[in-house]
């Protein structure tokens, strides 16, 4: 390991940010930091990608983002680059922002990826910086990729590492990243802190909680909240299929259990489970880290969990197929909904365009539709036709299922819709309509954890 002349990077009133890549995460970052008012690059390998952002667009859908990007295009703050050199001459402080993706042979993260940005970082640093994992990872990579990271750079143990996980929901990334829960950042080193201090200052300015910890903390940080956030999912849609069997309420029962304060309402909301690029993989990903630290009992549960969602697909396919008369060979049925979430274009691991493939699979002709997510769907499907307006989407359908819970969609009138329909028959995978408007307007309504009663489900306690 080469000897550096100082062994920490003092903190500075402004120092110069990159952010090594402008996906998702790092997108956002970078452009959020810009707008705080440092000195930001943004570094990726994607040359498109890098094309697009220097443009003020970004190269996917996030509420706000484009109008941050074109706010702070004319400040010369932001700067979006292929060139890991540019990177390293000029900034003060990086962020690795790189992707974590499941492994395709194992429930485990796939390191490639961040393994490969930090490497070619570190051959570049002369002087001492401070490099700030943001990934979801594993925990013990932080002090592997420390010890790799000093023996690669030539200022040696002058660039340290230290991590800061990412919080964001998607749909909210821009508020998560200027204004957020909390800031955690774990470190080996006191003085990392106080960079990093300096850094997120106009963020804790605003009262934002500041919570110092070491590094292995910080790793389990994101994957545990994670993992408690998808438990709780999995935990109201476990008491659906009870509902469903007893013809209990599962909405009425998550509204009477969510009063306890020590509970709570947020994200009691049963339906059709959770999907995306983060919760599935991150709850995978920490089975297989518990694996290899030996403790594979401590998350054992988290295979239920992770049951429990995938069932609510199986589910919401079997009452698709009780509310056509037991076959869905031939029928037209429409989604709504291709992006796992509303507010977004992210179709990983969608539970909309999975229950679509099951339809497509069992012989219906299915039509999807989606506000933003069609241009990835048509990336990847071939076995269902995309459809942008909803109102054609639905023309001559047996069926419609809701399955992303957009404002679009509540906001469609049933009574209008049901003159384009050919059967006005609605399953609500979100519990997300107000299903008594519909029955009222002479649909035959279904939901996930819902009784029925004369096709409407019975009434909610308010």
Known sequence: MR????RTLTPVTRPVLSVIGCGYL???????????????????????????????TAPFYEPGLDELLQRVEGTGRLQFTTSFETA???????????????????????????????????????????????????????????????????VGAAARLAWNPEFLREGFAVQDTLAPDRLVVGV???????????????VLAKGTPWIVTDLATAQLVKSAANAFLATKISFINAMAELCEASGADVVALADAIGHDPRI?????????????????KDIRGFMACADELGVQEALGFLREVDDINLRRRARALAQARALVGGDLAGKVVTVLGAAFKPDSDDIRDSPALDVAHMLAREGAVVRVTDPKALDNARRVVSDVELVADPVQACRDADLVLHLTEWRDYRALDPVALKAVVRRPRILDGRNAL??????AAGWEVAALGRPTVGGTPQPTVS
């Open 88 to 154: 390293a001459e000029r900034a003060d402080v990086h962020f690795l922002c790189v992707g974590t993706p499941q492994r395709a042979d194992s429930n485990a993260a796939d390191l490639t990826y961040v393994d490969a940005a930090l490497d070619t970082l570190a051959r570049l640093l002369t002087r001492p910086t401070l490099v700030v994992g943001k990934s979801t990872v594993p925990v013990g990579t932080a002090e592997r990729l420390a010890a790799r990271l000093a023996e690669l750079a030539p």
């Open 26 to 56: 790092g997108a956002v970052h970078a452009t959020a930091m810009a707008d705080l008012g440092y000195e930001v690059i943004g570094v990726d390998v994607d040359e498109a990608k890098i094309k697009q952002l220097a443009e003020g």
């Open 188 to 202: 080996s080193d006191p003085q990392d802190a106080e960079v990093l201090r300096n850094v997120y200052e106009p």
């Open 3 to 6: 000897s550096p002349a100082a």
């Open 434 to 439: 107000e299903l008594a408007a519909w029955a």
């Open 264 to 280: 709570g309402r947020r994200f009691l909301q049963a339906g059709l489970g959770f999907g995306g690029g983060c919760l599935p």
